[in-house]
C-alpha cells in the first residue's frame, strides 16, 4: 500500500507564493507521474502541473510563467512552487500519483490541501 501526505496549503494574499509538497510511502514501489489537481467546490478536479518520473512537466495553461513543480526522485517527492498567487487559484489542490507494484500500475489520490488567495 502507498499513501501521499501533502502539505503547504494555507492563506495567502493576492501576488504572494506558496509551496506544496506531496511525499509518497511504502514498500516496494516506483513512481511513473506525479501531479498536482485542483478543485472548487461543484466543479470537477483540474489538473494543474504534472511531471513524469523523468523529469517531463507539462502546465494548464492558467498557470504557465507563475506555477513550477518539480520532483525528488530520492525522497518520492513532488513540490509545487506556487508564486503570483490570484484569488481565482483558491481551490483545494489534490496530489495525484501513477504508482507501480510488482508490475501494476495503480493511481493514488492525497487528501488534500487547501489553498485560498484573499484579494
Known amino acids: 500500500q502507498v499513501q501521499l501526505v501533502e502539505s503547504g496549503g494555507g492563506l495567502v494574499q493576492t501576488g504572494g507564493s506558496l509551496r506544496l509538497s506531496c511525499a509518497a510511502s511504502?514498500?516496494?514501489?516506483?513512481?511513473?507521474?506525479m501531479g498536482w489537481y485542483r478543485q472548487d467546490p461543484g466543479k470537477q478536479r483540474d489538473l494543474v502541473a504534472g511531471?513524469?518520473?523523468?523529469?517531463?512537466?507539462n502546465y494548464a495553461d492558467s498557470v504557465k510563467d507563475r506555477f513550477t513543480i518539480s520532483g525528488d526522485n530520492a525522497k518520492n517527492t513532488v513540490y509545487l512552487q506556487m508564486n503570483s498567487l490570484k484569488p481565482e487559484d483558491t481551490a483545494v489542490y489534490y496530489c495525484?500519483?501513477?504508482?507501480?507494484?510488482?508490475?501494476?500500475?495503480?493511481?493514488?489520490w492525497g487528501q488534500g490541501t487547501r489553498v485560498t488567495v484573499s484579494s
Open positions: 511504502g514498500n516496494n514501489f516506483s513512481i511513473k507521474t
Open positions: 495525484k500519483a501513477e504508482i507501480v507494484i510488482a508490475g501494476l500500475q495503480y493511481l493514488y
Open positions: 511531471i513524469t518520473s523523468g523529469g517531463k512537466t
